[in-house]
């Protein structure tokens, strides 16, 4: 794993272990605070309570099985092959009891599966997506805030609008990115209660609703309401906005050019915004222009309020946050790459695109945790069982990608649309040619001297110039989608 054995940090899987130590030996008033015993620069808890819950948890097992793993300030940089195995379990325990339970359920769930074996195979899709396996059992990540959002997403598909909002409050208070999902959820509920009429039931429903996310927060921070400062110091760990617009460059040694696969560091190559722009200013600057790529799907989505449109609001949002929002992680991608997952079944073809790409766009930071063969195979996995189970180069028609109403609405150039299905080919063909070579030059070549940061550029800029292109892509989708239209009469 990436910084093993490398002091004075070790990475991330130190830091999910630092937190157990944390958690385990401070009272909870201390995890947030910088203290004699609690060093914040040193991995400092950044994460929602219900992450410092889980860690906790995790500790407690590790104390009864070797007390060592987690000795206040002795235990740091502890690194043993009983230890990973350790670590590994709880990941894998965690994606046994809350991801892939609802994965399945989800799968099955879906009124356009006839049979059980299309069921499985969708399943099966969903849980090799390559970018998820690596970062989670590679990159040492837990995937329980993405869990949770799926079960939220599976409650609201059977109108359980209260079951749907604590799963999602849940994910909230694990991973304060879940944010990037925030807006649809909303807007999607929002829209409910007005077609239920807010004079009446609506109104009902919504308070109902904004009781239960409070109720849920309030449980998640009960802890940490004693007093004011708790609450505040919380959230200054959540939101660092002091460290700037490229927050995870800070973190790069050497500090080299932004390698995430979003707007602004993909500018930065060409542009140095942190030079000539103010920090106070960058922060407006990318609230203001991820607000306008939202804002057309959000008002979508709440004046005609339908599953399908909610969940591939769910990717457009995502997908707008991460490319154009503050402090912005390549791991971030993930959080657009799951609502992908869930609609693979409408859109095969463009499903299996946006995952490849999403799984490229984190290469570097993938080379560097050693993981090229394991990206290798599961991206060769994933793409063999994604053609033989969709037949994906069958379906690249406008029907099958949801482009036919966008089509007729051009009315003179419908003309083009008869060879559109052969340029998507070409273009997904060219597409993966290329990821597939610049992974092979990231692995095997070195760059020149005088541009060490060649291949993790290159592999930035294309990938965004991939993602500015699906947002474009769904963003079409919802605006000229006429399902949403029908699909709103069956809420009542």
């Not at 195995?85 to 991801?99: E, G, K």
């Not at 059980?116 to 849980?127: Q, T």
């Not at 598909?157 to 994910?171: E, H, I, Q, T």
Request: aromatic share 14%; glycine share 4%.
């Amino acid at each position: 794993f990436l910084g093993a054995g490398k002091p004075p940090m070790y990475g991330d899987y130190e830091a999910q272990r630092h937190w157990q130590e944390v958690t385990y030996n401070l009272p909870i008033r201390q995890w947030y605070f910088n203290t004699s015993d609690n060093n914040l620069l040193y991995w400092g808890l950044d994460y929602p309570p219900l992450t410092a819950y889980h860690s906790f948890l995790c500790a407690y097992i590790a104390k009864l099985i070797n007390p060592d793993w987690i000795a206040l300030h002795t235990s740091r940089g502890y690194e043993s092959q009983p230890h990973k195995l350790f670590m590994r379990t709880t990941v894998f325990v965690a994606d046994l009891l809350v991801y892939i339970p609802a994965v399945i359920l989800y799968c099955f769930s879906l009124k356009e599966t006839s049979t059980k074996k299309k069921a499985s195979i969708r399943a099966l899709c969903i849980l090799l997506y390559p970018g998820l396996i690596l970062i989670d059992h590679g990159h040492f990540q837990y995937p329980l805030s993405l869990g949770f959002a799926l079960w939220a997403v599976l409650c609201l598909s059977y109108d359980w609008d209260f079951l749907g909002s604590v799963a999602f409050c849940l994910a909230l208070n694990y991973k304060q990115m879940e944010l990037y999902h925030s807006l649809p959820f909303f807007c999607y509920l929002l829209g409910k209660c007005f077609k239920k009429g807010l004079k009446g039931k609506g109104l009902v429903l919504l308070m109902k609703i904004a009781g239960t996310v409070v109720a849920s927060f309030a449980v998640c921070w009960l802890p940490f309401c004693t007093d004011m400062e708790q609450i505040m110091q919380v959230l200054r760990r959540l939101f660092p906005i002091d460290r700037g617009l490229f927050e995870a460059c800070m973190f790069s040694s050497p500090p080299p050019h932004c390698k995430f696969a979003n707007v602004w560091c993909s500018l930065s190559v060409l542009i140095k915004i942190k030079n000539i722009v103010s920090p106070q200013t960058q922060l407006k600057l990318s609230f203001a222009v991820t607000f306008l790529s939202l804002l057309p799907t959000c008002i979508k989505l709440t004046v005609q309020p339908s599953l399908r449109g909610f969940k591939f609001a769910l990717v457009s949002c995502a997908l707008s946050f991460f490319l154009f929002s503050y402090q912005v992680h390549e791991k971030s991608i993930l959080l657009a790459s799951l609502p992908v997952c869930l609609i693979i079944n409408e859109i095969p073809f463009m499903a299996t695109w946006f995952l490849l790409v999403s799984t490229f766009s984190m290469l570097p930071l993938l080379l560097k945790d050693g993981l090229l063969l394991a990206y290798s195979v599961t991206m060769l996995a994933f793409l063999s069982v994604c053609v033989a189970s969709f037949s994906i180069f069958e379906k690249t028609s406008a029907e099958d990608l949801q482009l036919k109403q966008f089509s007729l609405s051009l009315k003179g150039y419908v003309s083009w649309f008869k060879s559109f299905p052969k340029i998507v080919r070409s273009l997904f063909l060219l597409s993966v040619t290329l990821m597939g070579i610049l992974s092979l030059m990231s692995a095997v070549v070195h760059p020149p001297q005088r541009l060490p940061d060649l291949f993790p550029v290159s592999v930035s800029v294309i990938s965004c110039l991939h993602f500015l292109l699906f947002l474009v892509y769904f963003n079409v989708v919802i605006l000229w989608d006429s399902k949403n239209t029908r699909s709103q009469k069956k809420i009542s």
